[in-house]
């Protein structure tokens, strides 16, 4: 039988993180005011329209405030980069965690905070992507 972080992922290590022995990847994100979190794929095709979309539910997927997933690698298949799309409430004099409503799915929102490379058979190497529109 498999433990709850086989299936729901693990909160810990921050990242992703590539697991051999499980042959998949554990992605976990730290986010106090965040009222949900999707995780975006991308390939090396096109950096711009995810792959896939994986909505994290707060009840599986959410331990305190980290947000976390697995995913095998054959459900992560051709997607060589991620980012996330992050939801929250809109409390503009608190800027440093506010969301706001109208930029959900705002590809500039999700373009700024960078695409990182996913390396298979690599624990939590991380690149940062530059994206045009």
């Given at each position: 039988?498999p433990s709850?972080?086989q299936v729901?992922?693990s909160p ?8 051999e ?7 976990a994100?730290?986010?106090r005011?965040?009222t ?5 794929l991308?390939?090396?095709d096109d950096?711009?329209?995810p792959?896939?979309r994986i ?6 997927h959410?331990s305190?405030?980290?947000w ?7 459900e992560?298949?051709?997607?060589c980069?991620y980012?996330?799309s992050?939801?929250g409430a ?6 440093f965690?506010a969301?706001d409503?109208l ?6 929102l999700?373009?700024t905070?960078?695409?990182?490379e996913?390396?298979?058979?690599a ?7 530059a994206?045009?529109?």
């Amino acid at each position: 039988m498999p433990s709850w972080s086989q299936v729901e992922g693990s909160p810990q290590p921050l990242g992703s993180t590539w697991l051999e022995s499980e042959r998949c990847f554990n992605f976990a994100l730290y986010s106090r005011h965040a009222t949900s979190v999707t995780l975006l794929l991308y390939t090396t095709d096109d950096l711009i329209n995810p792959v896939r979309r994986i909505t994290l539910d707060h009840l599986l997927h959410k331990s305190g405030s980290i947000w976390h997933c697995r995913l095998a690698a054959s459900e992560v298949a051709e997607a060589c980069y991620y980012a996330y799309s992050v939801e929250g409430a809109n409390i503009p004099a608190a800027e440093f965690h506010a969301f706001d409503p109208l930029s959900h799915w705002d590809l500039s929102l999700i373009i700024t905070m960078g695409l990182f490379e996913l390396y298979e058979g690599a624990a939590a190497v991380y690149k940062t992507k530059a994206v045009s529109r």
